[in-house]
Structures are given as structure tokens and as C-alpha cells.
């Protein structure tokens, strides 16, 4: 079987774009692909988040996977700081990034416009963190949502410099979506991606109630003219179609958009719609997660049986790795 890796971070509530980007996936792979996936704990650090807050976190993101479907006896399910082989060849790979490569990665311009306060070394080398997440496992294929595809990218010219500087020994590995081009979920004020931190009533949560999900849906931004007959549909309305696609019945979209396409659209009615449909999705997934917090101790024997699996695909590549660099000297 093919190996697979993905992460996410525990920096705070997990969101529909979290949900259709990445664990949609992890949840049809884990039949057919021998899956590794984990909490980013090292990588959310590069925004010095309350210590207090971390543990919860974790454990709200674990269980938010297992809600939506992840089978811990199917995959490896683990936390990153369980798996100390990852720093040790972390190191080694920084020895292989270049400060100006790293300097230009957009997510690092991002976070320097973002957090100047905080412009840490760990940002700067976060995709080299993220590669060797990857590459210890020799995962070939990487389910993520779009916004991860150039850390990809960064993460195959790191294996390829590697086996070519020290001799075979990683995989390129390539982003995957089922469905070929990665998904991007847009937030509901029409400004960009769908994202943990930004504007609260623009994302969906896992974990938001009923109430909350109707009343962000039917606050979310439709551009009302309808325009002339023919005219192309505004982002803002194509939206909630595409969501509309995701978790409605299939004739639900189709039906608004050949309403748009007349001009007989009711924007109302379409919020109540999507609204609905949505709650009946996250419902069920909130439900679980928030009974399987309630269990610290099975969310703690999940950590623990998923880092000894981890551990002991990874320490087998650092191994190779030291020998290969030439500093296993017994
Ligand atoms: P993170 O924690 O920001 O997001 C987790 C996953 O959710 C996807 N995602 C989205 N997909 C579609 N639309 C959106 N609006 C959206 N928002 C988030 C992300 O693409 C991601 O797949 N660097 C990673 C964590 C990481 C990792 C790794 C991933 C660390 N090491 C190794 C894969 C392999 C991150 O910050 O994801």
C-alpha cells in the first residue's frame, strides 16, 4: 500500500475548509492507503499560542477527525511532539534549505505582514518542518486543501536535493485531492479562504451550534443585483452554490443556479436551504467529537498508540538518513 502523510494544526476550531480540503480525504484514503496523519502541535508554536490552551486543542482536533469518520485502528493517528525522530532529521534537512528560497515562500510573506512582532526563525523554516513530517514516513501522497500545494512543492525539491546530494532514499511526494485540482473553501464575507483565525462569522466550525451555523449563513454576503439575463454569477453567490454542492442533495444546486441563470433567485430561500443542509452535516460530527472529548482516556491511548507506530516507520528512515549524511559512526 501506499504511504500517506497529512497534518493539521491545532491552532484553534476546525472549519469546513479543514473538513472539504483535508479530512474528506484522510476519510476515503484510510481503506485504501497505509495513512499517517497528526496534529501539528511543533508547527502551531510558530504563532506562540497560550500553553494553556494547547492541550485542549489537540485533543478537540483529534477528536474532531475521529467524529468525522477516522478509524484510529485503520490509520496511524498521532501528535508531532510524540515523534522526536521528526526534529532530529528536521536539523538534518535544514542543512539542505536555502534562507533565500525560504525568504520567498508566500506563506512566509504572509505571516511577516501578519505577526511583524513575531517574525521567528520557525516561520521562516516551517516548510522544511512540513517536508520532513512528510518525508520521514516516505509518504507519496499528501491530502490538502490548495493553500498547502507550494509547501508541496518545496517538500519534493527537498527530497530530490536530498537523494541527489546523499543517494536514494525519499520519494517525491505530491499533493492529493480525490477529484484532481485541491479545493480552496471560501469564507462567507467573500474575502478570501475560509480560515481558523479570521473573521468568526465568515467560517463554518465543526463545532458551531445549530443557531450559529443558520445565523452565519443567512449573514453572508450575496451581491443582489441580479443583473441582466446571461450575466456571469457574482463569487459571492457562487459561494453558497459551491457549498450548496458539498452537503446538499445533488439537484439543490442545480436548481439555484438555473434560477440565478432567469432571474427568479430568492436569496432568502437559498440561505434556508444551505442552512439546513448544513446543520444536518455538522450536527452529527459535532455531537460526536464533543462525547469523545468528555473521554481523556481513550483520547490519550489514541496519542499513545499512535506515536509508537510513528515512531517506528520514522526512526527507521532517520537511521538511513545518518548513514547516508555519514554520521552513524557505530
Ligand atoms: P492547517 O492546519 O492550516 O490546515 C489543515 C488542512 O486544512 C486545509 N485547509 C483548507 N482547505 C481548503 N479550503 C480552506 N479554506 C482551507 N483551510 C485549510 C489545509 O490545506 C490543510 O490541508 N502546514 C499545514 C499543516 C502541516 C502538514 C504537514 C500538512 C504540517 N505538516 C505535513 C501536510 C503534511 C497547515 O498549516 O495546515
Redesign the pocket.
Known sequence: KEIV?????P?GYL????Y????RNFIRMQEDFNCYF?V?DW?SLTTHPDPKDLRGNVERVLAENIASGLDPEKVVLYV?SDVPEISELYLLMNMLAYVGELEKVPTFKDKVRLQPENVNAGLLT?PV??AT??LIQRAVK???????GQ?LEMARNFAQRFNHRYGNLFPEPEAFNYGDS??????LDGKG????SENEMATLYLADEDDKILNKIKKAKTDSATGVIGSPMPESVSNLIDLMKLVSAPDVATFYTAAWDDQTIRFGDMKKQLGEDMVKFIAPIREKAKALQQDHAYMQRIMKEGAEKARENASKTLNEAKKLIGIKYY
Open positions: 502523510v497529512s497534518g493539521i494544526r491552532t472549519h469546513l475548509g479543514n472539504f480540503g483535508a479530512i497528526f501539528a508547527h508531532q516551517y518542518l512540513m513530517d512528510i499528501v491530502p490538502v486543501g490548495k493553500d498547502q509547501h485541491l479545493v480552496r473553501i471560501p469564507s479562504k475560509m480560515s481558523k
